[in-house]
């Protein structure tokens, strides 16, 4: 027998109705609203809100029941009117803040319908109700897995969308057909196929004779290009589909569905359609400089063109060479000329998407040239490399003395900042602070705890194998008139990519500017050239190892060895953070 609460609690009504199928079976949110209003009738209740949403509880984050916890850290209400327990949480976050708040008086009573909870009762019994809704959750996860995985086993496509054609049995019994052929579509679908292994249409044309014997979607549209080319792509038209087992490999099932057209005949047209087909166009050919440059006009990027001309013997007729064996004005075949004259030209020229430019182009022997004429510039002695190796981990052992004190430091600091945010939560939950101080102190600490924990990660460089970064990009120098004279694009795009990529044409003239990194680690090298006359027996030590770190030698180079540390390091952390992102975003597509 419930017994009647004291009217100076105020109450809030929580109703939520998931929109998953594991909710389906409760009731709904206009129905809790009707009993939980009844029964704060009944028992005299002051509510002073109704808050209800249609969202899973299977994982943190719901508004509304962020919401619904503002009213009791404002203290504009101090207990909860809920259908039953699990309508509040079905995760372990949310439920722990639920029972913590409980047990701390925050909350001074929950009502359910039939039973109600107290600071001073059992937190076992709620945390075992917490927990039988959590675990509901992944059972309920795991059994539609399994269920899935048996039908796709039993030869029927475990998917709620099926391909165009078919649909599910909406009056599905034990021993009947799971999938159908759709009475308004699978017999187009027959057609089209019909008309696609006579090989005379393309996706394109059978597009417009589906559009015209009337292929439309539920809603009376005609179907996209794409969807026709999954049509002649799926293996589900053969009576195939692929699906994943329990480890989540995909594994190929043989359906028990009306195939559309048989194995043979689909295999026959998606090898003509697919791909890997022998292209019949002449085979393109890979630039070295494409994607590195830029046009000093327009901004544009500089393209490649290879002109392949004959001039004929008969007419003097210049033309291209490249899809015909005649002349296109005399008819004479290119067989039959006598030493004709041929053209073989490969030139950069702007590609001009943004409107015309005035820039000429520039034939690809001229720019080799230039290329070179500017390596030689950054070429650097195989005696300065050793010699700025040997400085830069000279100078990363000195640095790391320096980094372990800093960091000692840094996190003595940050071990403070969480005692202290530790310390306003116990004083947010004793009351003795208001929820607008509590948020206001607790991001002021987030703010600067986040400033330490960046400041450590940066300042540990011993993470980061930035002398890995500078000898390769040493190398990279020595090696690339080598590698331009190969005419490798790949190697030459990665050469190039290491060393700077902002390479800029204009009038003619290649302008190179190389990255940070590149330019930090050549300053060095210069620095070490200059010097190397003037303190020739100390560079003898240094090269050999014995070189002291207090030495004028050492903190004249440790400079320019701190800046190369300094500009690795910082392009190391920008590709981290670029592959994190983009990791994540593949993540959130794939999830």
Same mark, same amino acid.
């Given at each position: 027998?419930?017994?009647?609460? =004291?009217?100076?609690?105020?109450?809030?009504?929580?109703?939520?109705?998931? &929109?998953?199928?594991?909710?389906?079976?409760?009731?709904?949110?206009?129905?809790?609203?009707?009993?939980?209003?009844?029964?704060?009738?009944?028992?005299?209740?002051?509510?002073?809100? @109704?808050?209800?949403?249609?969202?899973?509880?299977?994982?943190?984050?719901?508004?509304?029941?962020?919401?619904?916890?503002?009213?009791?850290? *404002?203290?504009?209400?101090?207990?909860?009117?809920?259908?039953?327990?699990?309508?509040?949480?079905?995760?372990?976050?949310?439920?722990?803040?639920?029972?913590?708040?409980?047990?701390?008086?925050?909350?001074?009573?929950?009502?359910?319908?039939?039973?109600?909870?107290?600071?001073?009762? +059992?937190?076992?019994?709620?945390?075992?109700?917490?927990?039988?809704?959590?675990?509901? @959750?992944?059972?309920?996860?795991?059994?539609?897995?399994?269920?899935? $995985?048996?039908?796709?086993?039993?030869?029927?496509?475990?998917?709620?969308?099926?391909?165009?054609?078919?649909? %599910?049995?909406?009056?599905?019994?034990?021993?009947?057909?799971?999938?159908?052929?759709?009475?308004?579509?699978?017999?187009?679908?027959?057609?089209?196929?019909?008309?696609?292994?006579?090989?005379?249409?393309?996706?394109?044309?059978?597009?417009?004779?589906? *559009?015209?014997?009337?292929?439309?979607? =539920?809603?009376?549209?005609?179907?996209?290009?794409?969807?026709?080319?999954?049509?002649?792509?799926?293996?589900?038209?053969?009576?195939?589909?692929?699906? $994943?087992?329990?480890?989540?490999?995909?594994?190929?099932?043989?359906?028990? %569905?009306?195939?559309?057209?048989?194995?043979?005949?689909?295999?026959?047209?998606?090898?003509?359609? &697919? $791909?890997?087909? =022998?292209?019949?166009?002449?085979?393109?050919?890979?630039?070295?400089?494409?994607?590195?440059?830029?046009?000093?006009?327009?901004?544009?990027?500089?393209?490649?063109? #290879?002109?392949?001309?004959?001039?004929?013997?008969?007419?003097?007729?210049?033309?291209?060479?490249?899809?015909?064996?005649?002349?296109?004005?005399?008819?004479?075949?290119?067989?039959?000329?006598?030493? =004709?004259?041929?053209?073989?030209?490969?030139?950069?020229?702007?590609?001009? #998407?943004?409107?015309?430019?005035?820039?000429?182009?520039?034939?690809?022997?001229?720019?080799?040239?230039?290329?070179?004429?500017?390596?030689?510039?950054?070429?650097?002695?195989?005696?300065?490399?050793?010699?700025?190796?040997?400085?830069?981990?000279?100078?990363?052992?000195?640095?790391?003395?320096?980094?372990?004190?800093?960091?000692?430091?840094?996190?003595?600091?940050?071990?403070?900042?969480?005692?202290?945010?530790?310390?306003?939560?116990?004083?947010?939950?004793?009351?003795?602070?208001?929820?607008?101080?509590?948020?206001?102190?607790?991001?002021?600490?987030?703010?600067?705890?986040?400033?330490?924990?960046?400041?450590?990660?940066?300042?540990?460089?011993?993470?980061?194998?930035?002398?890995?970064?500078?000898?390769?990009?040493?190398? +990279?120098?020595?090696?690339?008139?080598?590698?331009?004279?190969?005419?490798?694009?790949?190697?030459?795009?990665?050469?190039?990519?290491?060393?700077?990529?902002?390479?800029?044409?204009?009038?003619?003239?290649?302008?190179?500017?190389?990255?940070?990194?590149?330019?930090?680690?050549?300053?060095?090298?210069?620095?070490?050239?200059?010097?190397?006359?003037?303190?020739?027996?100390?560079?003898?030590?240094?090269? &050999?190892?014995?070189?002291?770190?207090?030495?004028?030698?050492?903190?004249?180079?440790?400079?320019?060895?701190?800046?190369?540390?300094?500009?690795?390091?910082?392009?190391?952390?920008?590709?981290?953070?670029?592959?994190?992102?983009?990791?994540?975003?593949?993540?959130?597509?794939?999830?």
């Amino acid at each position: 027998m419930k017994t009647q609460q =004291p009217k100076s609690i105020r109450y809030v009504i929580y109703a939520r109705k998931s &929109s998953e199928s594991e909710d389906r079976q409760l009731a709904s949110i206009d129905d809790q609203i009707q009993v939980l209003t009844d029964l704060a009738k009944s028992f005299n209740l002051n509510v002073v809100e @109704v808050i209800t949403e249609s969202q899973s509880a299977k994982a943190p984050g719901r508004p509304g029941f962020s919401k619904l916890l503002d009213f009791f850290h *404002d203290g504009r209400a101090e207990g909860v009117l809920c259908w039953k327990l699990n309508r509040l949480a079905r995760n372990p976050i949310d439920g722990g803040q639920i029972s913590w708040m409980l047990q701390n008086n925050i909350i001074k009573t929950i009502q359910c319908h039939g039973r109600d909870y107290k600071p001073t009762d +059992n937190v076992l019994m709620m945390q075992v109700e917490f927990g039988m809704a959590n675990q509901y @959750v992944k059972d309920l996860s795991i059994d539609i897995r399994r269920g899935t $995985n048996a039908k796709a086993k039993r030869g029927w496509y475990p998917t709620p969308q099926l391909p165009v054609g078919y649909m %599910h049995n909406p009056k599905f019994r034990l021993g009947e057909d799971e999938i159908l052929c759709d009475p308004e579509r699978f017999a187009i679908i027959q057609k089209l196929w019909k008309s696609a292994l006579s090989g005379t249409y393309n996706i394109s044309e059978l597009k417009r004779i589906g *559009d015209k014997i009337g292929l439309r979607d =539920p809603l009376g549209r005609p179907y996209k290009k794409c969807t026709y080319y999954q049509i002649f792509s799926h293996p589900f038209y053969c009576g195939y589909f692929f699906w $994943n087992d329990e480890n989540g490999q995909k594994i190929k099932y043989k359906g028990k %569905h009306k195939p559309a057209v048989s194995e043979d005949d689909f295999n026959h047209f998606n090898a003509v359609i &697919s $791909n890997d087909k =022998p292209s019949t166009r002449e085979k393109q050919y890979e630039f070295a400089f494409t994607g590195l440059i830029t046009c000093g006009c327009c901004g544009c990027q500089v393209t490649a063109e #290879r002109k392949q001309q004959i001039r004929c013997t008969h007419c003097r007729n210049k033309f291209s060479s490249k899809n015909t064996d005649k002349c296109p004005k005399c008819s004479t075949r290119i067989n039959r000329m006598k030493n =004709p004259t041929r053209i073989d030209i490969t030139y950069y020229r702007c590609t001009k #998407r943004k409107g015309k430019c005035n820039q000429k182009y520039i034939r690809q022997e001229e720019l080799e040239k230039m290329y070179t004429t500017i390596l030689t510039q950054y070429s650097v002695n195989k005696s300065v490399i050793e010699l700025a190796i040997q400085t830069m981990k000279m100078t990363q052992e000195v640095v790391q003395e320096a980094e372990k004190n800093k960091i000692q430091t840094l996190k003595c600091k940050l071990a403070k900042l969480k005692r202290r945010e530790e310390q306003f939560f116990l004083m947010r939950a004793d009351g003795e602070i208001t929820n607008k101080d509590f948020i206001r102190f607790t991001d002021s600490i987030r703010d600067e705890v986040s400033l330490l924990e960046t400041q450590i990660k940066v300042t540990d460089t011993s993470q980061f194998d930035w002398i890995s970064m500078a000898v390769s990009h040493l190398e +990279n120098v020595n090696n690339m008139k080598k590698i331009i004279n190969s005419g490798n694009k790949k190697l030459i795009n990665q050469a190039f990519n290491i060393l700077g990529s902002n390479q800029i044409l204009q009038g003619k003239n290649l302008y190179f500017f190389p990255s940070y990194v590149a330019q930090a680690i050549f300053n060095l090298c210069k620095t070490i050239e200059a010097e190397k006359a003037r303190f020739e027996p100390e560079i003898t030590l240094l090269k &050999s190892g014995q070189l002291s770190p207090d030495s004028e030698l050492f903190l004249l180079l440790c400079t320019g060895a701190n800046l190369v540390r300094t500009r690795c390091t910082e392009t190391i952390i920008k590709r981290t953070r670029l592959l994190t992102c983009s990791s994540r975003y593949y993540q959130s597509r794939a999830a």
